[in-house]
């Protein structure tokens, strides 16, 4: 799906280490987002961008952190992994103009031990 | 900040009859409502979506309506089927140029052979 390319795929993690996730694109999409996906809250957004260095907040940021030094990649840190960061998380891209579309990445499965 | 309410948040139908799934937003300035399918273990996948200018789109079995006075909008299925049976999400998009979707929360459709 629009050449979104996430890793790890699954990851298992103990408590109070820092975890980065890693999201690739290959369409030159300016936008880009990290989601997490948990039963029950839907997809809720961590963070996002709107260019090279240029992100800001979603609605659950705290403790996690971005960076945004190429168009094509886009990390998700967690500083220090809690057991409340057990999730999927979802990359994606957001096509924009007439025929505006969200792709989605395959989701990466994180546990916190 | 900015809210997308999502109802009812699971909704179980008989073959062939109609379902709808309704969704409230709070920034009046968003322009842009896609409704997304995820079907279990896999990413969402846009289904159709409608844009603030429109008042109601329709592609066969599937149509939004979109209330803006309201800031409501509305996914419609007809003649349901099995394979309808998966987790659908709206969202809205906010008219900055910072492109940030906030999805609702979710609602589980089942189907009924």
């Known amino acids: 799906d629009a050449g979104i390319t996430q890793s790890p795929r699954h990851k298992v993690t103990e408590t109070g280490t820092p975890v980065t996730l890693r999201c690739h694109q290959t369409?030159?999409?300016?936008?880009m987002y990290w989601y997490r996906q948990d039963p029950g809250h839907g997809l809720r957004l961590i963070h996002y961008?709107?260019?090279?260095?240029?992100?800001d907040k979603g609605e659950v940021s705290d403790g996690y952190s971005v960076s945004r030094s190429k168009t094509e990649d886009f990390l998700l840190t967690l500083e220090s992994a809690t057991s409340s960061q057990t999730s999927v998380y979802f990359c994606?891209?957001?096509?924009?103009?007439?025929?505006?579309?969200?792709?989605f990445g395959s989701g990466t499965q994180l546990s916190v031990l | 900040g900015e809210n997308v309410e999502q109802h009812p948040s699971t909704l179980s139908v008989q073959e062939g009859d109609s379902a709808v799934i309704k969704c409230t937003y709070s920034?009046?300035?968003?322009?842009?409502f896609p409704w997304y399918k995820q079907e279990l273990g896999k990413r969402p996948q846009l289904i159709i979506d409608?844009?603030?200018?429109?008042g109601e789109k329709k592609d066969q079995r599937i149509a939004v309506t979109l209330n803006k006075t309201a800031k409501h909008f509305s996914l419609h299925i007809t003649e349901t089927q099995p394979e309808d049976s998966a987790v659908y999400f709206c969202?809205?998009?906010?008219?900055?140029?910072?492109?940030?979707?906030?999805f609702g929360q979710g609602t589980t459709l089942q189907v009924k052979p």
């Open positions: 969202a809205a998009k906010g008219s900055s140029n910072t492109g940030k979707l906030i």
């Open positions: 994606a891209t957001m096509r924009e103009g007439l025929y505006e579309k969200l792709f």
């Open positions: 961008s709107y260019g090279v260095k240029d992100t």
């Open positions: 369409e030159n999409h300016r936008y």
């Open positions: 409608i844009r603030s200018n429109v």
């Open positions: 920034d009046s300035a968003s322009n842009y």
